[in-house]
């Protein structure tokens, strides 16, 4: 298994062409460093009595942390900036990725966390993890192969909290088993191989084994507390479920930031909390934080996170070009804010950060292929429609005006620079074309009306509306907008249909919507987020999200999907169960013929780079930094290590 790993970060260095050159940030998973120091405000609070000594808070031999640059100070409050009250991923970004692995600053090799070591069995269905000792959560509890235990068997599979489980904890329809070998030692066991587990462990969707605390959620589940409807009444929610949400929340939901009580191994706590109505959240220093640096001094160097919420993106911009925001690149991160934020760069007094792209599309739109409405379904379900739609979108003029010409026409599958790139996959029906897209319609039965507009077989008009989150991603609502002018030449009539994520999330859980739009993954990292090659993801495969339902339930939920999406289901449980890379990429590539084949989503062109801010007194960070939701960018460059200068 480390060879595997060690060949698949050779292929990644390539492909990031040279973010390895950045690397100055390494863990050494059972290095220790001599005792250090502290926060001066925690030391007060030692002297005081209110606080045990630090080596009470530490582990025996803590994590040490390579500062990027160097060993830093302890102060201040970092600012940054949330968009709207559905934003939590930003706080996640930033703070929530303390799972048992994580990944390299380069995103080539998966390293310790808060497992300082593993073993994985030779078929890949066994992990051991040795746990570092002596870890504490927040509030001062030992962290142990217990709370892992709990938070995987107690509640990611129990069945009244999770319809279905994560896909990353199931393998061959079944869910994986987790027994605690001793108080640091925890083995996970698969039903099947499972040669990508780390990797995925290392993602934001990894990070359930470390983040439902025994000692506090147990409080929250009939297992433990015979009390817990009357509990649930009194709290005034509906369910247990409910409270268990509320008070424990999950990896992607509000209310993980909503509970100031909840204790976490995060370097900082909530301390003013993420609920309706609030203007910022603030985090406040964990003391019991179990990472150091090479002095021995104990992380994080930065008192608070400040996260201002801004209802719109131009009062982040303002904040951000006034030098009120610290670090900044979600949100701000188009194309069109770049000059603006060049030209302003000493008045704001930053610097910019690089982001390299991990996705391959900058737009992927996906016609909703399992409509409730038959008629629309049938539609979406064309295939010659779908391709007919693809070349009546004039890419190039798409690119020049939204993008800058930053970009090229692209469909889906690996960036180019990647070994498993697909040629057809990623350039078919990206040719503008409109009198062959008239013609296609025209044959499909889509004929135009008195008004030149097209009409459905069964009299109807040829109308739906794509979903866009505007504050998310503005240049998505400036791209449909043109390809609503390119259909419409086309006699095809499509309405942007701005709204809010959470109403976004929940249309798609509903399978309420006609068509969604996403940027498209799998630019570098293929494996990890594979929802356009199938339907893989309940909330990602917008196509078709009954089958996905179906996917993940092992048929006991959602719709059968058809055989080639079955088919590519089956090719690629065999291979994230495969550790060799070449036999792997064989693998996908049968994937990827298929999903070409059938031509399911039509994307816009490639993802381009993308960029943000750091003020020029904010060290440690890396100035060029993967842009990935499996590298949730900045947090595996750890902010616990950025700090300030005077």
């Known amino acids: 298994m480390p060879n595997e790993i060690l060949s698949r970060g050779v292929s990644r260095r390539a492909v990031l062409g040279g973010m390895a050159g ?3 940030l390494s863990v ?10 502290e926060a001066p405000a925690l030391a007060q609070l030692v002297k005081d009595g209110k606080l045990p000594p630090l080596a009470e808070r530490l582990p025996k031999k803590p994590m040490v942390v390579t500062p990027f640059e160097k060993v830093g100070t302890y ?3 970092l600012r940054r900036g949330l968009r709207g009250s559905s934003d939590h991923n930003g706080i996640l970004r930033m703070v929530g990725n303390q799972s048992l692995v994580r990944w390299n600053l380069e995103f080539t090799a998966v390293q310790p966390n808060l497992a300082e070591s593993w073993e994985v069995s030779d078929d890949a269905t066994q992990f051991t993890f040795h746990l570092i000792e002596g870890v504490r959560w927040s509030d001062g509890h030992p962290f142990t192969a217990d709370d892992i235990v709990f938070a995987i068997e107690d509640c990611v599979k129990n069945t009244e909290l999770y319809s279905s489980t994560p896909a990353q904890l199931a393998v061959a329809g079944k869910p994986v088993t987790v027994e605690k070998i001793d108080d640091h030692t925890v083995k996970f066991t698969f039903a099947a191989p499972n040669a990508l587990y780390l990797e995925n462990l290392a993602t934001p969707l990894g990070q359930h084994p470390t983040l439902f605390p025994k000692h506090y959620c147990s409080q929250f589940l009939p297992k433990y507390n015979p009390n817990i409807e009357a509990d649930a009444k009194k709290a005034g929610v509906t369910s247990w479920t409910e409270l268990f949400r509320s008070r424990c929340g999950d990896i992607e939901i509000p209310t993980r930031w909503g509970n100031v009580d909840k204790p976490t191994l995060d370097p900082w706590v909530v301390k003013e909390p993420y609920v309706g109505g609030a203007t910022r959240v603030v985090m406040a220093r964990n003391p019991y934080f179990w990472q150091v640096d090479t002095s021995g001094n104990q992380l994080p160097y930065i008192d608070e996170i400040n996260f201002g919420i801004s209802q719109d993106v131009e009062s982040l911009m303002l904040n951000v070009i006034s030098g009120k925001i610290d670090i900044q690149e ?13 030209q302003n760069m000493q008045k704001g007094d930053y610097r910019l950060l690089t982001l390299v792209p991990s996705a391959s ?3 992927q739109i996906y ?7 038959p008629a629309m379904r049938k539609m979406f379900a064309d295939k010659s429609f779908r391709q007919a739609l693809s070349i009546g979108i004039n890419r190039q003029e798409l690119i020049d005006i939204v993008y800058f010409g930053q970009s090229e026409p692209y469909q889906a599958g690996p960036r180019p620079t990647h070994p498993w790139y697909h040629e057809k996959y990623a ?3 990206t040719e503008y074309d409109p009198d062959k897209a008239g013609a296609m319609l025209d044959q499909a039965g889509y004929k135009k009306g008195g008004d030149g507009m097209r009409v459905r077989p069964d009299g109807q008009k040829v109308f739906f509306s794509i979903d866009v989150i505007p504050t998310l991603y503005p240049d998505l609502v400036d791209a449909l907008e043109l390809v609503k002018t390119h259909w419409a030449q086309i006699g095809v009539d499509m309405k942007v249909n701005t709204i809010e994520r959470a109403l976004y999330y929940t249309r798609g859980d509903d399978n309420a919507h006609d068509a969604a739009v996403w940027p498209g993954p799998g630019g570098l990292d293929p494996m990890l987020d594979p929802r356009d090659f199938f339907a893989f993801h309940p909330q990602g495969s917008r196509y078709a999200i009954p089958w996905t339902l179906w996917y993940t339930s092992n048929g006991a939920r959602g719709e059968e999907p058809p055989e080639s999406q079955k088919k590519r289901m089956k090719l690629f449980d065999e291979a994230r169960s495969t550790a060799d890379l070449d036999k792997r990429g064989a693998i996908m590539k049968q994937i990827f013929d298929i999903a070409a084949e059938e031509f399911e989503t039509v994307g816009l062109c490639l993802a381009v780079g993308g960029f943000g801010i750091i003020r020029n007194n904010l060290r440690n960070v890396p100035e060029k930094q993967p842009d990935s939701w499996s590298w949730p960018n900045p947090g595996p460059a750890m902010p616990q290590q950025f700090t300030f200068t005077s």
């Not at 979600?330 to 770049?338: E, T, Y």
């Open 28 to 37: 050494a998973g059972r290095a220790f460093a001599a005792p250090g120091g």
């Open 367 to 373: 016609f909703n292929i399992t409509h409730k409405d």
């Open 427 to 429: 350039r078919q029906f």
């Open 75 to 77: 102060g201040g409050t």
């Open 361 to 363: 599309q900058q737009c």
């Open 330 to 342: 979600r949100h701000i991160s188009v194309l069109a804010n770049k000059p603006t934020l060049s």
């Open 22 to 24: 950045v690397a100055a």
